[in-house]
């Protein structure tokens, strides 16, 4: 019985797949009724940049995003969305898309690919302040345009010189007895070849350290805590508004001074040379931290037409009246927190696009990233705007004690960011006294040696054995 029911149950079942599918189904009902159209798929922006609009159509809400930070959104115009392309400063075309999304569905949307030319006439050319700067000098300056390609060099102040527990030991260098490497950077001070310590036993030791990185192939980078020419007394000194001005007065006793400091300077420079007798290129990190009040040629002691006039005095004299064309020249406001403008800031008392070869910045950010990716950005945009090489000119954080600090506080905020540099500063000189916690990147023992040999081991991060010559001009570039 129960077979028999079970053969008429299939041939019905048979039955009925048979004439379901010989009956038409009713087609599905399309309740969507939205629309979007953006009828060209490809937009071409000349390599100076603009603003261009894309025709859009649509009956719902949408939003725009893009994944190039070189396109802005300039807001609706009478057919679509305007926006705006920054100018391409780089030798490459370059590509992004530009995303039309429903707001309350983020898998309906369409795009547009926005194609951006180079400038084919004047293809690699970039400007330097000292139009018969040494070739050695030119292709630093090319150099430290394009590595910011392919990285950043980890740099740190006096690293050759001495560490937290040596001195003066030729060869010698915290960051390389930690990772086996020395820093694509070294970072001096000029200061006390220029005033009245110029006579100091230590201008010998930082003659040869600045040498032993040149034979390595290393960016050699100086600042200058120079004295106060009017008092006597250190960089720190701000207790006048006077020294410039009497510094840019003609045969004023400060200016006198001065200018002798300068001779000291162009006379260290002039016969800086390596194994093969060539000058030996320096970035110029003059007046640094400008924005600062503590030094006297900070926002406190001087006005605007001061710095830049200073700015503008100093160059001249270094390289139209003594010779020297083995500098760079390099400005580097103070980048700490946060900043209503940052690009404003780092423009402060800006002297001029024909004045500054290379745009740095001072950020000790510490543990805030927040602050120091925004900086960073600002930075990044800066730089591109101007077609100037750029970098984190000092940084760290006094004492640290994380075991994480590289890839937390160092990698992790600059991915991404096309700068040719984050410089550390100095790892003081303490002997055996471990209560001097000034020092600002590791050393041997130091809680993050791990850390910093896993930043190490990528190769965004640029030591002494990364660089590519940095004293051969690149192919396809001109330095004018």
Same mark, same amino acid.
């Given at each position: ?182 820093? +694509? ?199 591109? +705007? ?85 004293? +051969? ?8």
């Amino acid at each position: 019985m129960r077979r028999l029911l079970f053969i008429v149950c299939a041939a019905f079942f048979s039955l009925a797949c048979a004439r379901s599918c010989k009956e038409p189904q009713p087609a599905p009902v399309n309740n969507d009724t939205r629309e979007l159209s953006v009828p060209e798929e490809e937009i071409p922006v000349p390599w100076n940049g603009g603003a261009f609009a894309i025709e859009v159509k649509a009956n719902f809400e949408y939003k725009v995003s893009s994944d190039a930070s070189w396109i802005s959104d300039e807001g609706p115009c009478a057919d679509g969305r305007k926006f705006k392309a920054e100018a391409n400063p780089d030798i490459f075309p370059r590509t992004c898309s530009i995303r039309f999304t429903d707001v309350s569905d983020r898998y309906y949307f369409k795009e547009v690919t926005v194609t951006q030319g180079a400038d084919a006439s004047a293809g690699g050319a970039l400007s330097i302040v000292d139009k018969n700067a040494t070739a050695e000098t030119k292709a630093l300056l090319a150099n430290l345009w394009v590595i910011a390609d392919k990285g950043l060099m980890f740099g740190h102040h006096d690293d050759l010189w001495y560490g937290r527990y040596w001195y003066n030991e030729p060869g010698g260098s915290d960051t390389k007895t930690v990772c086996g490497d020395y820093p +694509a950077v070294f970072s001096v001070d000029f200061g006390e070849i220029m005033d009245d310590r110029y006579k100091n036993e230590s201008n010998a030791i930082r003659r040869r350290v600045i040498l032993e990185a040149r034979e390595r192939g290393e960016v050699i980078m100086a600042c200058a805590h120079v004295n106060n020419p009017k008092t006597g007394k250190d960089s720190w000194d701000n207790s006048s508004n006077e020294v410039v001005k009497e510094l840019l007065t003609d045969g004023s006793a400060t200016r006198n001074k001065y200018i002798t400091w300068l001779d000291r300077l162009a006379d260290f420079a002039n016969n800086l040379k390596d194994s093969n007798g060539k000058l030996v290129p320096v970035i110029f990190r003059m007046y640094h931290e400008h924005t600062q009040d503590w030094s006297w040629w900070g926002s406190s002691c001087t006005t605007t037409s001061e710095f830049t006039e200073m700015w503008k005095l100093t160059i001249q004299y270094l390289r139209d009246v003594k010779g020297v064309h083995n500098f760079l020249y390099a400005i580097s406001p103070q980048m700490d927190g946060f900043y209503a403008n940052a690009q404003e800031r780092i423009r402060y008392r800006w002297p001029g696009d024909e004045w500054v070869d290379f745009i740095g910045m001072d950020c000790y950010h510490g543990s805030n990233n927040l602050a120091f990716v925004a900086n960073l950005k600002a930075l990044e945009a800066v730089s591109a +705007a101007k077609r100037k090489p750029c970098g984190v000119t000092e940084d760290g954080l006094e004492g640290f004690t994380q075991s994480d600090y590289w890839t937390r506080f160092i990698v992790n905020p600059t991915e991404g960011r096309r700068i040719s540099m984050v410089t550390m500063w100095r790892n003081k000189y303490v002997g055996s006294d471990e209560s001097d916690k000034h020092y600002y990147s590791v050393y041997p023992g130091h809680a993050s040696e791990y850390d910093f040999r896993k930043m190490y081991a990528l190769d965004r991060i640029l030591f002494s054995k990364d660089l590519p010559d940095m004293y +051969a001009m690149p192919s396809g570039y001109e330095v004018k």
